[in-house]
């Protein structure tokens, strides 16, 4: 078998292949143990790591090398190297415990595992079977901040390279206040996970400090270290800090002027460089961030600033806001994913891909405004064909206004919304209903105000029932609420949603569940809507639907703040149980207590929303709120 298809350690599942990481192959794995992904380094060992690895005491921790070896003042020791257990076999009269020390992979793995922070790629373990070293490490799903520049350079805001900033630079105080060197700061060991959050990774180059300092570096990458690392002389923080401010021109100025094909040109670079001025590369980037940052590029690092800490206390107040920052690098990383799912549907060979995985964001934004002009549209038809001052086909006022309530619909369908209701509203107080009228008038301003303007799904809910009412399919309105909407704003959409039903079905229904599109398009001349409208209120039969829709309402919201496509089904399904059960407790009031059965008509109409919700939530994908925040005022 593979070792591909092997368990690593008897433990790990792999899963791929991620990227080349310090000495070693990173791989992402499935922990059969604990239940999650893991990043795993993967480092191959020669013969002299191998023997060292195989000895006793492989799992000793580290001497640092100005401390006191144990047996240089112990006479057991001083004739070791001629008795059988000498602790210098194998190793060429190297000390065991030091040079376990320096096993590829245990340094790294001891130094991360001693810097605990958000900010810092958790290591979990370290093992070493047959030629192979594994460094067992948090896995971030995510991007590399070399993809995010590379790849996503048009959403770079200020605000995002303030978190990068923030992030990284936090990461590096931890480090040094732990007296470790980072030596390989660069845009590919920066990680960005779904949440946002930048993570640095790989201290496969770090170095600890001693008596003496941190002494010298044996690598690091040409573009991301200062002279003094690449001339192997003593190293201190400023080491890090010259990395950090490379990392942030290049967020800032869109590229790295110090990337050289060897060293004795990167030296030019660094001493030569022709440098852009990051201001002017921003509109509202302030000019003194300049010398910030070319203060902590200086070559000489005796004119760099004094930490990390310094360089960004400076350097903070002239970016954006890291918060915001955050939560943009979230969307852009979802985003991202989205697009990387794609592109591996689409290379060869071409797999069938499920209709949901073809439905984009583009899809739902343009069914949202399609919705919202229809919605819209359908309202404002039926208000504007009743004011005596619109009414009629050939009157241009009507088709003009008709017009702009479905292109407001279609632009911001909670302005169309707005409007339409806003029309009716005026067409009920003239057709002699001005206490329904000045209700729905308030009722319309009341939930725009607090939910309506929030976004394209709260205004396509309360669009539901002049749209799937007139079709006899209203009772697709709570499950749409539910789904699309948190609880308490689908509470509210439901709450007017009722209120329009009800105004609808005075038209001549006297039902929920639906009203007669065609026959009721215009309001029939002597029709008393508020005493049709008091007849439905008084009816039981019509509180049983108003309860069921409200259980309805509420089960599948809660469903669905579990963002999966599973408990979305379910709530969908809990929903439609007491939908069913509201009609079937309708019939039993309505029947004197005969019968539980409801008519076919609204078994049949009933059924249909439940499959076209069901559907839904098959097809769609990541089934999660889907609130448009263009759409806010």
């Known amino acids: ?249 290049e967020m800032l100025a869109g590229e790295n002027p110090f990337l050289a094909p060897d060293l004795a040109r990167a030296e030019d670079a660094i001493e030569d460089a022709e440098l852009v001025l990051p201001s002017l590369c921003w509109d509202e980037l302030d000019p003194a961030v300049d010398d910030v940052i070319f203060f902590a590029l200086d070559p000489d690092r005796e004119e760099r600033y004094a930490s990390v800490a310094d360089f960004a206390e400076e350097l903070e107040p002239f970016l954006g806001d890291p918060k915001r920052g955050v939560r943009e690098l979230a969307v852009i990383v979802g985003h991202a994913d989205d697009e990387e799912e794609e592109e591996v549907e689409a290379a060869p060979p071409v797999p069938r891909i499920p209709l949901r995985e073809r439905i984009t964001e583009l899809h739902r934004r343009v069914a949202a405004h399609a919705v919202g002009a229809v919605g819209s549209g359908a309202v404002a038809f039926v208000a504007f064909s009743n004011l005596p001052q619109t009414s009629g086909i050939d009157n241009p006022l009507f088709w003009g206004l008709l017009a702009l309530v479905a292109l407001a619909g279609a632009l911001k369908p909670h302005l169309g919304a707005l409007l339409a209701y806003f029309a009716l509203s005026a067409t009920l107080i003239a057709h002699n209903a001005p206490a329904a009228g000045c209700v729905l008038l308030a009722a319309t301003a009341t939930w725009w105000y607090f939910g309506g303007r929030l976004s394209n799904a709260d205004a396509n809910v309360t669009l539901a029932p002049p749209l799937a009412g007139a079709f006899g399919c209203n009772q697709l309105t709570p499950l749409v609420a539910g789904f699309c909407l948190p609880p308490v704003r689908a509470f509210g959409a439901l709450a007017f949603s009722l209120l329009v039903s009800v105004l609808l079905g005075a038209f001549g229904t006297y039902g929920l569940l639906g009203w007669d599109a065609l026959a009721n398009a215009q309001l029939l001349s002597g029709m008393d809507l508020q005493a049709n409208i008091g007849h439905m209120l008084t009816q039981p039969a019509l509180w049983c639907i108003v309860i069921s829709w409200i259980a309805a309402t509420g089960a599948l919201a809660a469903f669905r703040l579990r963002p999966t496509r599973a408990f979305a089904v379910l709530g969908t399904l809990a929903a439609s149980l007491l939908l069913l059960a509201g009609i079937c407790l309708a019939a039993w009031v309505a029947s004197g207590q005969a019968t539980w059965m409801p008519s076919l008509n609204n078994l049949v109409f009933t059924l249909i929303p439940i499959v076209i919700m069901l559907l839904t939530c098959i097809l769609v994908p990541e089934p999660y709120y889907y609130e448009d925040e263009e759409a806010a005022v």
């Open 1 to 249: 078998m593979a070792r591909d298809q092997q368990l690593i350690l008897n433990r790990y599942r792999p899963i791929g292949e991620t990227r080349a990481g310090g000495f070693g192959t990173v791989r992402v794995a499935w922990d059969t143990r604990i239940q999650r992904k893991v990043a795993i380094k993967c480092i191959e060992l020669d013969e002299v790591d191998v023997a060292r690895a195989a000895l006793p005491g492989a799992n000793a921790a580290p001497v640092q090398q100005h401390e006191p070896l144990p047996w240089e003042d112990d006479p057991v020791f001083e004739d070791a190297d001629d008795g059988e257990n000498s602790v210098f076999d194998l190793i060429g009269n190297e000390p065991l415990v030091h040079s376990l020390a320096h096993l590829p992979g245990l340094d790294e793995a001891r130094t991360a595992a001693m810097l605990s922070d958000s900010n810092i790629v958790a290591v979990y373990d370290f093992e070493v079977q047959e030629s192979t070293a594994y460094l067992i490490m948090e896995y971030v799903e995510g991007l590399t901040l070399t993809e995010l520049l590379h790849r996503h350079a048009d959403r770079l805001t200020l605000d995002v390279a303030a978190a990068v900033f923030a992030a990284v630079s936090h990461a590096l105080e931890v480090a040094h206040a732990n007296q470790v060197l980072h030596l390989d700061i660069k845009p590919d060991n920066v990680l960005i996970n779904h949440q946002g959050q930048v993570k640095v990774t790989d201290f496969g180059l770090a170095t600890l400090a001693d008596a003496s300092g941190y002494g010298t570096a044996g690598g690091g990458t040409i573009g991301y270290m200062p002279l003094e690392q690449m001339r192997q002389e003593n190293l201190d923080v400023r080491c890090d800090e010259w990395a950090l401010a490379s990392l942030t021109y």
